[in-house]
């Protein structure tokens, strides 16, 4: 999606566009670290502590989230002072997705394996 984002100027000719991305990139990365720390069983997490879950899903969309604002800001995609209002809705959408993330896995995941 992003690909296609960049090859027909969505982010600049569509101003929701970013906030959908932001959304669903923290829902797939939150839904991969629910994935790869506990249910893949290749750590040894304990998923009954539904905090820690939470914990180690946010942290993992805030890493790739703030990684990625940097990422924005070195290429200069981004002016730290005039778009704080931007970043800070970015890593809104990306905890709101990795939320939703994390309360799909518990739901689905976790009532399946057990």
């Not at 569509?14 to 932001?22: A, I, K, P």
């Not at 506990?38 to 993992?60: C, D, M, T």
């Not at 800070?88 to 997705?97: H, W």
Request: hydrophobic residues 55%.
């Amino acid at each position: 999606m992003h690909y296609v984002a960049l090859t027909l100027f969505l982010y600049w000719r569509t101003e929701w566009f970013d906030v959908v991305m932001h959304f669903a990139g923290g829902f797939l990365i939150g839904l991969l670290a629910a994935l790869l720390f506990y249910a893949s069983g290749i750590f040894s997490f304990p998923r009954e502590h539904k905090g820690s879950v939470f914990a180690v899903v946010l942290g993992s969309v805030l890493v790739v989230g703030l990684g990625w604002e940097l990422w924005e800001l070195f290429l200069g995609f981004t002016n730290v002072i005039a778009d704080q209002v931007d970043t800070m809705q970015d890593i809104g959408m990306d905890i709101l997705g990795g939320t939703a993330a994390f309360l799909y896995a518990k739901k689905s995941l976790w009532n399946k394996a057990n």
